[in-house]
Protein backbone atom coordinates (compact mmCIF):
# COMPACT_ATOMS: atom_id res chain seq x y z
CA UNK A 1 0.00 0.00 0.00
CA UNK A 2 1.34 3.03 -1.02
CA UNK A 3 0.61 6.60 -1.61
CA UNK A 4 2.62 9.99 -2.64
CA UNK A 5 3.31 10.93 -5.85
CA UNK A 6 5.40 8.10 -7.73
CA UNK A 7 4.99 6.74 -10.79
CA UNK A 8 2.07 5.00 -11.46
CA UNK A 9 1.34 1.93 -13.48
CA UNK A 10 -1.55 0.39 -14.34
CA UNK A 11 -3.98 -0.09 -11.44
CA UNK A 12 -1.53 1.51 -9.36
CA UNK A 13 0.60 3.80 -8.23
CA UNK A 14 2.57 3.27 -5.78
CA UNK A 15 0.34 5.78 -4.83
CA UNK A 16 -3.18 4.33 -5.75
CA UNK A 17 -2.30 0.93 -4.72
CA UNK A 18 -1.76 -0.04 -1.46
CA UNK A 19 -3.90 -3.86 -0.75
CA UNK A 20 -2.68 -4.38 2.17
CA UNK A 21 -1.60 -2.81 5.28
CA UNK A 22 1.68 -3.49 7.60
CA UNK A 23 2.54 -3.42 10.95
CA UNK A 24 5.76 -3.73 9.85
CA UNK A 25 5.24 -5.40 7.57
CA UNK A 26 1.54 -5.91 7.78
CA UNK A 27 -0.96 -5.13 4.81
CA UNK A 28 -4.58 -5.69 4.49
CA UNK A 29 -5.26 -7.93 2.44
CA UNK A 30 -6.39 -7.08 -0.97
CA UNK A 31 -5.64 -6.00 -4.77
CA UNK A 32 -5.58 -2.41 -5.47
CA UNK A 33 -5.69 -0.53 -8.80
CA UNK A 34 -4.83 3.01 -9.23
CA UNK A 35 -4.86 5.39 -12.14
CA UNK A 36 -2.69 4.52 -14.93
CA UNK A 37 -5.76 3.01 -15.92
CA UNK A 38 -7.56 6.03 -16.90
CA UNK A 39 -10.16 4.52 -19.45
CA UNK A 40 -11.08 1.91 -17.09
CA UNK A 41 -11.22 4.05 -13.67
CA UNK A 42 -13.41 6.46 -15.17
CA UNK A 43 -15.98 4.46 -16.81
CA UNK A 44 -16.45 2.39 -13.21
CA UNK A 45 -17.30 6.03 -12.24
CA UNK A 46 -19.26 6.79 -14.38
CA UNK A 47 -21.14 3.68 -13.92
CA UNK A 48 -21.00 4.43 -10.20
CA UNK A 49 -22.57 7.65 -11.19
CA UNK A 50 -25.48 5.89 -13.02
CA UNK A 51 -26.05 3.69 -10.16
CA UNK A 52 -26.14 5.86 -7.42
CA UNK A 53 -28.34 8.59 -8.96
CA UNK A 54 -30.57 7.92 -6.71
CA UNK A 55 -28.53 9.39 -3.40
CA UNK A 56 -28.54 13.03 -2.41
CA UNK A 57 -25.42 15.05 -3.80
CA UNK A 58 -24.88 16.49 -0.30
CA UNK A 59 -25.50 14.77 3.09
CA UNK A 60 -28.00 16.72 5.38
CA UNK A 61 -25.30 17.33 8.31
CA UNK A 62 -28.01 19.69 10.47
CA UNK A 63 -28.50 15.91 13.19
CA UNK A 64 -24.47 15.92 12.68
CA UNK A 65 -24.53 19.79 14.56
CA UNK A 66 -27.44 19.07 16.94
CA UNK A 67 -24.94 15.90 18.32
CA UNK A 68 -21.89 18.36 18.13
CA UNK A 69 -23.49 21.26 20.25
CA UNK A 70 -24.50 19.19 22.77
CA UNK A 71 -21.60 16.87 23.32
CA UNK A 72 -19.36 20.17 23.69
CA UNK A 73 -21.63 22.07 25.99
CA UNK A 74 -22.37 18.46 28.18
CA UNK A 75 -19.02 16.42 27.90
CA UNK A 76 -17.30 16.02 31.11
CA UNK A 77 -13.50 16.27 29.28
CA UNK A 78 -11.46 17.45 26.47
CA UNK A 79 -12.66 16.96 23.40
CA UNK A 80 -10.17 16.98 20.45
CA UNK A 81 -11.58 18.75 17.27
CA UNK A 82 -8.76 16.96 15.31
CA UNK A 83 -10.08 13.57 16.21
CA UNK A 84 -13.79 14.12 16.45
CA UNK A 85 -13.59 15.18 12.57
CA UNK A 86 -11.84 12.23 11.79
CA UNK A 87 -14.39 9.94 13.46
CA UNK A 88 -17.18 11.61 11.38
CA UNK A 89 -14.92 10.37 8.32
CA UNK A 90 -14.79 7.08 9.74
CA UNK A 91 -18.14 6.64 10.49
CA UNK A 92 -19.07 7.57 7.55
CA UNK A 93 -16.86 5.35 5.45
CA UNK A 94 -17.50 2.80 7.77
CA UNK A 95 -21.45 3.39 7.15
CA UNK A 96 -20.89 1.45 3.55
CA UNK A 97 -20.56 -1.85 5.44
CA UNK A 98 -17.32 -3.44 3.42
CA UNK A 99 -14.00 -3.82 5.80
CA UNK A 100 -11.56 -3.51 2.76
CA UNK A 101 -13.31 0.47 1.82
CA UNK A 102 -11.56 2.20 4.83
CA UNK A 103 -11.01 6.11 5.35
CA UNK A 104 -7.19 6.78 6.28
CA UNK A 105 -6.20 10.48 8.02
CA UNK A 106 -2.84 11.97 6.82
CA UNK A 107 -0.73 9.94 9.05
CA UNK A 108 -2.31 6.45 8.65
CA UNK A 109 -1.16 7.80 5.04
CA UNK A 110 2.10 8.40 6.01
CA UNK A 111 2.57 4.70 7.29
CA UNK A 112 1.14 3.52 3.92
CA UNK A 113 3.99 5.29 2.21
CA UNK A 114 6.18 4.24 5.03
CA UNK A 115 5.56 0.56 4.63
CA UNK A 116 5.38 -0.07 1.20
CA UNK A 117 8.73 1.95 1.02
CA UNK A 118 11.83 0.26 2.71
CA UNK A 119 11.73 -1.10 6.56
CA UNK A 120 9.45 -0.72 8.61
CA UNK A 121 9.40 -1.83 12.44
CA UNK A 122 7.04 -3.80 14.20
CA UNK A 123 6.13 -7.49 14.22
CA UNK A 124 5.93 -8.74 10.83
CA UNK A 125 2.29 -10.15 10.48
CA UNK A 126 -0.25 -9.52 7.63
CA UNK A 127 -3.52 -8.39 9.74
CA UNK A 128 -6.88 -9.21 8.00
CA UNK A 129 -10.53 -8.59 9.37
CA UNK A 130 -13.18 -10.84 9.99
CA UNK A 131 -16.62 -9.47 10.84
CA UNK A 132 -15.87 -7.50 13.48
CA UNK A 133 -12.45 -9.16 14.78
CA UNK A 134 -8.55 -8.00 13.69
CA UNK A 135 -7.24 -11.31 12.28
CA UNK A 136 -3.57 -12.57 11.50
CA UNK A 137 -3.91 -13.01 7.95
CA UNK A 138 -0.04 -14.61 8.10
CA UNK A 139 3.11 -14.21 10.19
CA UNK A 140 6.03 -13.74 8.38
CA UNK A 141 8.50 -16.30 8.08
CA UNK A 142 11.86 -15.38 10.35
CA UNK A 143 10.47 -12.19 11.99
CA UNK A 144 9.05 -11.63 15.85
CA UNK A 145 5.17 -12.65 15.29
CA UNK A 146 6.37 -15.96 13.64
CA UNK A 147 9.16 -16.51 16.12
CA UNK A 148 6.90 -16.27 18.73
CA UNK A 149 4.17 -18.32 17.56
CA UNK A 150 1.57 -16.43 15.71
CA UNK A 151 -0.70 -18.26 13.38
CA UNK A 152 -3.33 -17.48 10.23
CA UNK A 153 -6.99 -17.20 11.51
CA UNK A 154 -5.48 -16.03 15.17
CA UNK A 155 -7.64 -13.44 16.58
CA UNK A 156 -6.41 -10.64 17.82
CA UNK A 157 -9.01 -9.86 20.94
CA UNK A 158 -6.45 -7.41 22.77
CA UNK A 159 -2.94 -5.37 22.20
CA UNK A 160 -1.01 -4.22 25.58
CA UNK A 161 -3.98 -4.90 27.62
CA UNK A 162 -7.07 -3.08 25.91
CA UNK A 163 -9.59 -4.52 23.80
CA UNK A 164 -9.14 -4.83 20.04
CA UNK A 165 -12.13 -6.78 18.89
CA UNK A 166 -13.70 -3.54 17.57
CA UNK A 167 -11.08 -1.64 16.16
CA UNK A 168 -10.54 -1.26 12.19
CA UNK A 169 -7.10 -2.47 10.86
CA UNK A 170 -5.46 0.74 10.43
CA UNK A 171 -6.39 1.26 14.58
CA UNK A 172 -4.95 -2.18 14.95
CA UNK A 173 -1.64 -1.31 12.90
CA UNK A 174 -0.98 1.97 14.77
CA UNK A 175 -1.11 0.03 18.43
CA UNK A 176 0.80 -3.09 17.34
CA UNK A 177 3.52 -0.49 15.39
CA UNK A 178 6.72 0.75 17.14
CA UNK A 179 10.51 1.46 17.59
CA UNK A 180 12.43 -1.76 17.15
CA UNK A 181 13.40 -3.60 20.45
CA UNK A 182 10.64 -2.52 22.63
CA UNK A 183 7.47 -4.70 23.26
CA UNK A 184 3.84 -5.41 22.48
CA UNK A 185 1.51 -8.01 24.09
CA UNK A 186 -1.17 -9.60 22.19
CA UNK A 187 -4.09 -11.53 23.50
CA UNK A 188 -5.01 -14.13 21.13
CA UNK A 189 -8.00 -16.19 20.42
CA UNK A 190 -7.09 -19.85 18.79
CA UNK A 191 -9.42 -22.47 19.20
CA UNK A 192 -11.61 -20.55 21.43
CA UNK A 193 -8.97 -20.56 23.47
CA UNK A 194 -7.09 -16.89 25.20
CA UNK A 195 -3.47 -17.10 24.53
CA UNK A 196 -0.88 -14.31 25.71
CA UNK A 197 2.19 -13.44 23.44
CA UNK A 198 4.99 -10.52 24.54
CA UNK A 199 6.16 -9.77 21.22
CA UNK A 200 9.40 -7.53 20.74
CA UNK A 201 9.65 -5.65 17.73
CA UNK A 202 12.35 -5.30 15.28
CA UNK A 203 12.89 -3.66 11.89
CA UNK A 204 11.31 -5.62 9.24
CA UNK A 205 12.68 -5.62 5.43
CA UNK A 206 11.95 -8.20 3.17
CA UNK A 207 12.20 -8.88 -0.35
CA UNK A 208 9.13 -8.90 -2.42
CA UNK A 209 10.61 -11.87 -3.98
CA UNK A 210 13.26 -14.70 -3.85
CA UNK A 211 14.82 -17.61 -5.56
CA UNK A 212 16.68 -20.91 -4.98
CA UNK A 213 17.21 -24.44 -6.52
CA UNK A 214 15.78 -27.45 -4.47
CA UNK A 215 16.11 -31.37 -5.27
CA UNK A 216 19.19 -30.93 -8.03
CA UNK A 217 17.05 -29.42 -10.60
CA UNK A 218 13.97 -28.15 -9.50
CA UNK A 219 13.18 -24.02 -9.33
CA UNK A 220 11.49 -22.06 -6.62
CA UNK A 221 10.24 -18.92 -6.64
CA UNK A 222 9.05 -17.47 -3.60
CA UNK A 223 6.87 -14.20 -3.50
CA UNK A 224 6.11 -13.07 0.06
CA UNK A 225 4.27 -9.44 -1.52
CA UNK A 226 2.93 -8.14 -4.89
CA UNK A 227 5.00 -4.79 -4.85
CA UNK A 228 6.57 -2.26 -7.19
CA UNK A 229 9.27 -4.44 -8.09
CA UNK A 230 7.67 -7.67 -7.88
CA UNK A 231 7.13 -8.76 -11.48
CA UNK A 232 10.82 -7.45 -12.36
CA UNK A 233 12.34 -9.99 -10.14
CA UNK A 234 10.23 -12.79 -10.81
CA UNK A 235 11.16 -11.64 -14.48
CA UNK A 236 14.71 -12.08 -13.12
CA UNK A 237 14.63 -15.12 -11.51
CA UNK A 238 12.40 -16.65 -14.34
CA UNK A 239 15.15 -16.22 -16.68
CA UNK A 240 18.01 -17.72 -14.33
CA UNK A 241 16.03 -20.90 -13.70
CA UNK A 242 15.16 -21.84 -17.40
CA UNK A 243 18.86 -20.77 -18.35
CA UNK A 244 19.73 -23.23 -15.62
CA UNK A 245 18.00 -25.80 -17.15
CA UNK A 246 15.26 -26.54 -14.32
CA UNK A 247 12.70 -28.96 -14.97
CA UNK A 248 10.04 -28.00 -12.77
CA UNK A 249 9.38 -24.85 -10.85
CA UNK A 250 7.66 -24.24 -7.42
CA UNK A 251 5.71 -20.89 -7.03
CA UNK A 252 5.28 -20.91 -3.40
CA UNK A 253 2.55 -18.19 -2.01
CA UNK A 254 1.96 -19.00 1.30
CA UNK A 255 1.97 -16.36 3.60
CA UNK A 256 1.66 -13.99 0.78
CA UNK A 257 -1.63 -11.34 1.53
CA UNK A 258 -1.18 -10.07 -1.80
CA UNK A 259 -0.75 -6.61 -2.79
CA UNK A 260 -0.96 -5.18 -6.54
CA UNK A 261 -3.25 -5.95 -9.34
CA UNK A 262 -0.59 -5.56 -12.26
CA UNK A 263 1.75 -7.27 -10.34
CA UNK A 264 -0.38 -10.08 -9.75
CA UNK A 265 -1.21 -9.83 -13.55
CA UNK A 266 2.27 -9.53 -14.68
CA UNK A 267 3.19 -12.78 -13.06
CA UNK A 268 1.01 -14.89 -14.53
CA UNK A 269 2.27 -13.54 -17.63
CA UNK A 270 5.47 -15.65 -16.89
CA UNK A 271 3.19 -18.68 -17.36
CA UNK A 272 0.19 -17.93 -19.95
CA UNK A 273 0.41 -17.62 -23.46
CA UNK A 274 -0.66 -14.34 -25.09
CA UNK A 275 -4.62 -14.01 -24.95
CA UNK A 276 -5.36 -16.47 -22.25
CA UNK A 277 -7.63 -14.70 -19.52
CA UNK A 278 -6.15 -13.81 -16.05
CA UNK A 279 -9.17 -12.63 -14.34
CA UNK A 280 -12.26 -10.69 -14.65
CA UNK A 281 -13.53 -7.55 -12.91
CA UNK A 282 -17.35 -7.35 -12.44
CA UNK A 283 -19.54 -4.92 -10.94
CA UNK A 284 -22.79 -5.95 -9.98
CA UNK A 285 -22.03 -9.36 -11.74
CA UNK A 286 -21.92 -7.11 -14.88
CA UNK A 287 -17.95 -7.68 -16.44
CA UNK A 288 -16.09 -4.29 -16.14
CA UNK A 289 -12.52 -5.46 -17.45
CA UNK A 290 -10.95 -8.68 -18.33
CA UNK A 291 -7.22 -8.94 -18.07
CA UNK A 292 -5.56 -10.82 -20.90
CA UNK A 293 -2.26 -12.41 -20.90
CA UNK A 294 0.46 -10.21 -22.87
CA UNK A 295 3.92 -10.32 -23.36
CA UNK A 296 6.72 -13.77 -23.04
CA UNK A 297 5.76 -16.86 -21.20
CA UNK A 298 9.28 -17.11 -19.63
CA UNK A 299 7.87 -20.41 -17.73
CA UNK A 300 5.24 -21.73 -20.47
CA UNK A 301 5.16 -25.39 -20.72
CA UNK A 302 7.74 -26.05 -17.64
CA UNK A 303 5.78 -28.30 -15.16
CA UNK A 304 4.94 -26.07 -12.06
CA UNK A 305 3.10 -26.14 -8.67
CA UNK A 306 1.89 -23.28 -6.85
CA UNK A 307 2.04 -23.75 -2.94
CA UNK A 308 -1.00 -21.56 -1.23
CA UNK A 309 -2.25 -21.84 2.24
CA UNK A 310 -4.56 -19.95 4.84
CA UNK A 311 -1.91 -16.67 4.43
CA UNK A 312 -2.78 -16.44 0.75
CA UNK A 313 -4.71 -13.69 -0.09
CA UNK A 314 -6.05 -11.51 -2.79
CA UNK A 315 -3.34 -10.94 -5.32
CA UNK A 316 -1.78 -14.13 -4.36
CA UNK A 317 -5.09 -15.72 -5.10
CA UNK A 318 -5.05 -14.14 -8.90
CA UNK A 319 -2.24 -15.33 -9.92
CA UNK A 320 -3.15 -19.02 -8.37
CA UNK A 321 -6.44 -18.98 -9.65
CA UNK A 322 -5.02 -17.98 -13.00
CA UNK A 323 -2.49 -20.47 -13.54
CA UNK A 324 -4.68 -23.13 -11.94
CA UNK A 325 -7.56 -22.64 -14.21
CA UNK A 326 -5.47 -22.10 -17.48
CA UNK A 327 -4.29 -25.75 -16.83
CA UNK A 328 -0.98 -24.30 -16.50
CA UNK A 329 -0.08 -25.39 -13.05
CA UNK A 330 -1.72 -27.73 -9.91
CA UNK A 331 -2.07 -25.95 -6.13
CA UNK A 332 -0.79 -27.99 -3.09
CA UNK A 333 -1.30 -27.04 0.37
CA UNK A 334 -4.07 -25.88 1.80
CA UNK A 335 -7.26 -23.80 1.16
CA UNK A 336 -6.38 -19.91 0.17
CA UNK A 337 -7.23 -16.83 2.42
CA UNK A 338 -10.84 -16.17 0.68
CA UNK A 339 -10.31 -12.13 -0.89
CA UNK A 340 -12.10 -11.47 -4.07
CA UNK A 341 -12.09 -7.26 -4.69
CA UNK A 342 -10.50 -4.75 -5.78
CA UNK A 343 -9.68 -1.43 -3.98
CA UNK A 344 -8.63 1.75 -5.00
CA UNK A 345 -6.68 4.34 -2.98
CA UNK A 346 -7.68 8.24 -3.82
CA UNK A 347 -6.05 11.06 -2.72
CA UNK A 348 -8.28 13.43 -0.51
CA UNK A 349 -7.61 17.37 -0.75
CA UNK A 350 -6.90 17.46 2.69
CA UNK A 351 -4.17 14.64 2.77
CA UNK A 352 -6.20 11.52 4.09
CA UNK A 353 -7.11 9.09 1.54
CA UNK A 354 -9.83 6.83 1.22
CA UNK A 355 -9.26 3.10 0.17
CA UNK A 356 -12.73 1.80 -1.52
CA UNK A 357 -13.64 -1.33 -2.91
CA UNK A 358 -14.96 -0.54 -6.40
CA UNK A 359 -14.86 -3.93 -8.02
CA UNK A 360 -15.26 -8.09 -7.39
CA UNK A 361 -12.55 -10.15 -9.42
CA UNK A 362 -13.30 -13.73 -10.53
CA UNK A 363 -11.09 -16.36 -11.89
CA UNK A 364 -10.69 -17.40 -15.65
CA UNK A 365 -13.34 -19.76 -14.99
CA UNK A 366 -16.00 -17.29 -13.69
CA UNK A 367 -15.24 -18.40 -9.74
CA UNK A 368 -15.36 -15.18 -7.09
CA UNK A 369 -13.44 -16.92 -4.20
CA UNK A 370 -14.44 -14.26 -1.75
CA UNK A 371 -14.83 -15.84 1.82
CA UNK A 372 -14.15 -19.30 0.20
CA UNK A 373 -10.79 -19.42 -1.19
CA UNK A 374 -8.77 -21.80 -3.82
CA UNK A 375 -9.05 -25.52 -2.93
CA UNK A 376 -5.32 -27.45 -3.27
CA UNK A 377 -5.46 -29.85 -5.82
CA UNK A 378 -3.54 -32.14 -3.14
CA UNK A 379 -4.16 -31.16 0.54
CA UNK A 380 -1.35 -31.20 2.47
CA UNK A 381 -0.44 -29.29 5.86
CA UNK A 382 2.12 -28.19 7.62
CA UNK A 383 1.98 -28.79 11.77
CA UNK A 384 3.80 -27.04 14.32
CA UNK A 385 5.93 -30.21 14.91
CA UNK A 386 6.82 -29.62 11.03
CA UNK A 387 8.09 -26.09 11.66
CA UNK A 388 9.62 -27.14 14.86
CA UNK A 389 11.78 -30.11 13.13
CA UNK A 390 12.30 -27.64 10.31
CA UNK A 391 10.14 -30.19 7.53
CA UNK A 392 8.40 -28.61 4.87
CA UNK A 393 5.68 -31.69 3.48
CA UNK A 394 4.29 -29.12 1.31
CA UNK A 395 7.30 -28.23 -0.46
CA UNK A 396 8.14 -31.94 -0.61
CA UNK A 397 4.97 -33.02 -2.04
CA UNK A 398 5.83 -30.24 -4.46
CA UNK A 399 9.01 -31.67 -5.41
CA UNK A 400 7.39 -35.38 -5.69
CA UNK A 401 4.73 -34.37 -7.99
CA UNK A 402 7.16 -32.71 -10.46
CA UNK A 403 9.52 -35.76 -10.07
CA UNK A 404 6.77 -38.27 -10.96
Same mark, same amino acid.
Given at each position: MEQTDKPKKFKLNTKIIRNLVMIALVFTAGAIIGS??? +??? +??????????????????????VEEIYSMLKANYDGQLD????????????????????????????????????????????????????????????????????GLKPKDIIAEINGENALDLNIDEAVQKIRGPKGTMVKLGIIRDGKKLDFEITRAQITIPSVTSKVVNGNIGVIKISRYSDDTVELATKYANELK????????????? +??GGLLDAAVGVSNLWLENGQTILQEKRDNVVEKTFFAEGEPILSGIPTVVLIDEGS????????????? +?????????????????QEVLNLGFGGELKVTVARWYTPKGINIDKE???PDQKVGFSEADAKAKRDPQQDAAIKYLNR
Open positions: KHP +NFL +NDLRNEKSVQKQSLPNKLDYKEIGKLQDGLKEGLVKAAGDPYTEYLNAQESKDFDEALNGSFEGIGAELGKDKQAIVIISPIAGFPAAKADKGAKGIILDLRG +NPASASEITAGALKD +NGAAVLIGQKSYGKGSVGLQ
